[in-house]
């Protein structure tokens, strides 16, 4: 089923290849330069672990500014790949917020729980301002109160993994993203 050679037969259709993903980080970067005067310091709070790859190829690509970086830890607790899910902050950004301007990175908007959650602690923090950048958005979301200024892709409903996302720990290393058979997603 799956067009790239991987140890998983569940891993189906490719949805965003690894060119595509590259050349989109890089229009996003642009456009995240352009945004912020050069002189202020930008403080890129990527969200684990889902954003791990994508935050990681982000900063890369935003060299000619002066970058701060830092991270929180959200987790869902409840079943597999449903959305009632409760997100849980597990670990704060260290880094002083307030004043800054903060960008949040998030992998993927599904139905903006996390969002909501994660951006409304940093923005208790007094940052100079928050803007959010995902890679991906479903585009689901009904009661989503911070919108993302950047989004990556609009992304099908199906479960995604690769570049980061996962299925139970799985398939984050993926360098594309790809939909899981939906088999798989059943027994998880
Ligand atoms: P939300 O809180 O429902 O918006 O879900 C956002 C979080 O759920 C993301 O940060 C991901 O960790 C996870 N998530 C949502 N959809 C997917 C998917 O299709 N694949 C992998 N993880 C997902
Ligand atoms: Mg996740």
């Known amino acids: 089923m799956s067009s790239v050679l991987t140890p998983y037969p569940e891993v189906g259709r490719v949805v965003f290849s690894v060119e595509r993903i590259a050349a989109r980080v890089r229009e996003l970067a642009q456009e995240i330069e352009a945004h912020y005067p050069l002189e202020e310091e930008l403080l890129v709070v990527g969200l684990l672990k889902g954003a791990f790859v994508f935050s990681s190829d982000l900063v890369r690509a935003l060299v000619r500014r002066s970058v701060a970086v ?31 301007h903060v960008l949040l990175v998030e992998d993927i908007v599904d139905s903006g729980k996390t969002l909501n959650r994660i951006a409304e602690s940093l923005e208790r923090r007094s940052p100079a301002s928050l803007e959010i950048c995902a890679l991906l958005h479903k585009r689901l979301a009904t009661d989503l109160r911070f919108e993302p200024r950047w989004v990556g892709f609009d992304a099908p409903s199906d479960w995604l993994v690769g570049y980061g996302l996962d299925l139970g720990e799985r398939y984050r290393h993926l360098p594309f993203i790809a939909v899981v058979d939906p088999e798989e997603i059943k027994g998880q």
């Open 70 to 100: 830092d991270f929180i830890i959200a987790a869902h607790y409840g079943e597999g790949t449903d959305s009632r899910r409760e997100v849980r902050l597990l670990h704060d950004a260290d880094t002083p917020i307030e004043g800054r």
